[in-house]
T-cell receptor, first 110, second 115 residues
Framework: DAKTTQPNSMESNEEEPVHLPCNHS???????IHWYRQLPSQGPEYVIH???SNVNNRMASLAIAEDRKSSTLILHRATLRDAAVYYC???????????FGTGTRLKVLA | NAGVMQNPRHLVRRRGQEARLRCSPM?????VYWYRQLPEEGLKFMVY????????ESGMPKERFSAEFPKEGPSILRIQQVVRGDSAAYFC?????????????FGPGTRLTVL
């Protein structure tokens, strides 16, 4: 199973953009990149996913490197409610099980 | 459209008792996944079920754990003769088609404490 590497923690000021990096150097050509976040005492919440092209939705943007060995989740204006653990997950072709790492704990400062 | 529902939200059992965790997928979803999360760790896949079928139980311990997803009713994760090491948060997720591009939607989890 392809692995992902994320920083353990990051801090951001409220109202500022946040860039959360993820390395996945062993990614296969058909692996999708998913991002979820988990607020305290809650289940993971879907944020965004992509394959090769950059993706945008109402929550965030996903920037995927040209060689696909890394990606970055972008929160355009962090709020206190964005404080959570963010997981970068690869779903391999032919499988459905998500392999969660330890994620990045994002702290948002008021 | 109600999300994934899990109950109970908190469950306390003594060593040796049985724990039954229930998961009702989102409306229209026929694929259910169970994950376990130990404190300060990421989620670990346990089992994937479709209606009346276990598709992949490679992440589930061979003994004491079982899962089902009957034609009618919720999916059940059953842990027999619980031990302290079973204390964890158990999450289920559901998806509509089970394909690689599917998004899995997670429930709020059941927090199991074994005394």
């Amino acid at each position: 199973d392809a692995k992902t590497t994320q920083p353990n923690s990051m801090e951001s000021n409220e109202e500022e953009p946040v860039h959360l990096p993820c390395n996945h150097s062993t990614i296969s050509g058909t692996d999708y990149i998913h991002w979820y976040r988990q607020l305290p005492s809650q289940g993971p919440e879907y944020v965004i996913h992509g394959l090769t092209s950059n993706v945008n939705n109402r929550m965030a943007s996903l920037a995927i490197a040209e060689d696909r060995k890394s990606s970055t989740l972008i929160l355009h204006r962090a709020t206190l409610r964005d404080a959570a653990v963010y997981y970068c997950i690869l779903s391999a072709s032919g499988t459905y099980k998500y392999i969660f790492g330890t994620g990045t704990r994002l702290k948002v400062l008021a | 459209n109600a999300g994934v529902m899990q109950n109970p939200r908190h469950l306390v059992r003594r060593r040796g008792q049985e724990a039954r965790l229930r998961c009702s997928p989102m409306k229209g979803h026929s694929h259910v996944y169970w994950y376990r999360q130990l404190p300060e760790e990421g989620l670990k896949f346990m089992v994937y079920l479709q209606k009346e079928n276990i598709i992949d139980e490679s992440g589930m311990p061979k003994e004491r754990f079982s899962a089902e997803f009957p034609k009618e009713g919720p999916s059940i994760l059953r842990i027999q003769q619980v031990v302290r090491g079973d204390s964890a948060a158990y999450f289920c997720a559901s998806s509509p088609t089970g394909t690689i591009t599917d998004t899995q939607y997670f429930g709020p989890g059941t927090r199991l404490t074994v005394l």
